[in-house]
């Protein structure tokens, strides 16, 4: 489905992407995590052809993303708001994307129905999108990439301004999904929990680079991740511990020096 290939992208000197090789196949649920920086929504971007590469290729079905835009027939995405018409009601928004891909209000409105829980009675209404909640436009964006049945779906950080009920709703509609559709699903999210619930494969993301994959069969591996971050949180406690332990070494220094100096003028 999706083949990586020397891909490289870089903001100045930082190199956010940096991914030799790496497949995703037809049906995989895959999850991708990494802190803040590793480079997730960059890569996403890469692969939805947002961004231009430094180096290298994104192949969709065999489809160069950025020479070719069939890819983007059998593909639905929601990265952020961005992604929205804001002057536009959500029921107008579902019809504009259905027709994009030909489908009639007849269908979207069947297409919908299994949201009705996830939508909660709080999505379709007569106000413009720009005036919903930053939850609810979460909601309007993931339903808007699943309605037209993409064999491929991506989502970044789909459980961010969501309740911890629509949270539990949308796991099981994109396992659903996954399942029903035989479709590939990606996600990225700091949640692990919610991840290593969702994905039976999950890639760890450092410094734009794919530094593990992982399967995951009955949450093997919540462990494995936890270990992972929890040893960045500790490196990271014993540097500032060191900073604090020699700043007071150098306070304690000058207050002994000053001491002395007095001393030496008495």
């Known amino acids: 489905m999706i083949r990586i ?65 069939d890819w983007k027939n059998f593909t639905g995405a929601f990265i952020d708001d961005g992604f929205l018409i804001d002057y536009l009601t959500p029921e107008e928004y579902f019809y504009f994307i259905g027709k994009m891909y030909g489908l009639k209000k007849e269908e979207v409105d069947e297409r919908l129905l299994p949201f009705e829980r996830f939508m909660n009675g709080e999505v379709m209404g007569q106000k413009f999108i720009r005036n919903y909640s930053a939850g609810n436009k979460q909601k309007i964006g993931i339903i808007s990439a699943m309605l037209h049945h993409p064999q491929l779906l991506i989502l970044d950080e789909p459980f961010n301004f969501l309740d911890p009920s629509s949270q539990s709703v949308i796991k099981h509609l994109l396992k659903r999904y996954n399942e029903e559709h ?85």
Request: proline share 1%.
């Open 5 to 69: 290939n020397n891909l490289q992208k870089n903001f100045g000197t930082k190199k956010a992407v940096d991914i030799e090789n790496y497949t995703i196949g037809q049906g995989d649920m895959l999850g991708l995590v990494g802190n803040n920086g590793a480079g997730k929504t960059t890569l996403f971007r890469l692969i939805l052809d947002l961004l231009q590469a430094d180096r290298g290729n994104v192949t969709i079905n065999d489809i160069d993303v950025s020479k070719s835009e």
């Open 182 to 266: 035989g479709a590939t699903v990606i996600i990225s999210s700091h949640n692990l929990n919610h991840t290593v619930d969702v994905c039976p494969r999950i890639a760890l993301l450092e410094n734009g680079v794919i530094i593990r994959d992982i399967r995951n069969e009955n949450n093997s591996a919540e462990q494995e991740l936890e270990a992972y971050f929890n040893v960045g949180v500790e490196e990271e406690a014993v540097v500032e511990e060191t900073v604090v332990e020699a700043a007071v070494e150098e306070i304690t220094e000058k207050e002994d020096k000053t001491v002395e100096e007095k001393n030496s003028e008495a």
